[in-house]
């Protein structure tokens, strides 16, 4: 596809449950972040992928999130043991250059999950 | 610690007069800037950027201007159409750095 998908769009979990999401970013692109968005807030960063290799977690909340990017192409996010304070959009992106060298990135529409 | 702010959480102007929005940030080692726009359940996308080397930038009806000494930017929209009810999130970035840096976010209605 021509944009960065995300999938699911919805995700609802049972409090405890753990969850996939799945980020298919924009052929050949090497940068992928993803972020997280509480209702009424701007995007937080939460981790960041140059092709396969996993340059920056520190916004990861705990460590019961966990991203992969096994083959420097698709992504995922995995939330063990789900709380509900883990209720928000994620958010997928990527862009054409490894960051550090400015330019923009591109968004996917994002998962909402809520946990219940 | 909110580097990046964003402090009108809305605006309203009449169609065809300008929009403009704000954004404040307070690390100076911050030298790209964009903004970026979201229409309700999609994800943002990317409208416009400023490196720190220009004052201006200039893009069809959107011009974005930077004040380095004075750590602010805005975002300019003439004339301003209904179509561009969105929120808008502005967002920087440094050239070692490993992620954007966004704002709350300023929700636009352009009343027709």
């Known amino acids: 596809g021509a944009g960065v998908s995300q999938s699911p769009r919805y995700k609802v979990a049972k409090r405890g449950q753990d969850v996939a999401l799945r980020c298919d970013p924009i052929?050949?692109?090497?940068?992928l972040f993803w972020y997280q968005q509480a209702l009424g807030q701007g995007p937080e960063f939460l981790t960041y992928?140059?092709?396969?290799?996993?340059?920056?977690k520190s916004g990861l909340p705990s460590d019961r999130f966990f991203a992969e990017r096994p083959e420097g192409s698709v992504s995922t996010l995995k939330i063990q043991r789900t709380q509900q304070e883990d209720s928000a959009v994620y958010l997928c992106a990527s862009s054409l250059v490894g960051a550090g060298v400015n330019t923009e990135a591109f968004f996917g529409q994002g998962t909402r999950l809520t946990v219940v | 610690d909110q580097q990046v702010k964003q402090n009108s959480p809305s605006l309203s102007v009449q169609e065809g007069r300008i929009s403009i929005l704000n954004c404040d940030y307070t690390?100076?080692?911050?030298?790209?800037f964009l903004w970026y726009k979201k229409y309700p359940a999609e994800g943002p996308t990317f409208l416009i950027s400023i490196s720190s080397i220009k004052d201006k930038n200039e893009d069809g009806r959107f011009t974005v201007f930077l004040n380095k000494s004075a750590k602010h930017l805005s975002l300019h929209i003439v004339p301003s159409q209904p179509g561009d009810s969105a929120v808008y999130f502005c967002a920087a970035s440094w050239n070692t750095g490993n992620q954007f840096y966004f704002g709350t976010g300023t929700s636009l209605t352009v009343i027709p």
């Open positions: 690390n100076s080692m911050f030298d790209y």
């Open positions: 052929s050949g692109h090497v940068s």
């Open positions: 992928f140059q092709n396969e290799a996993q340059l920056d």
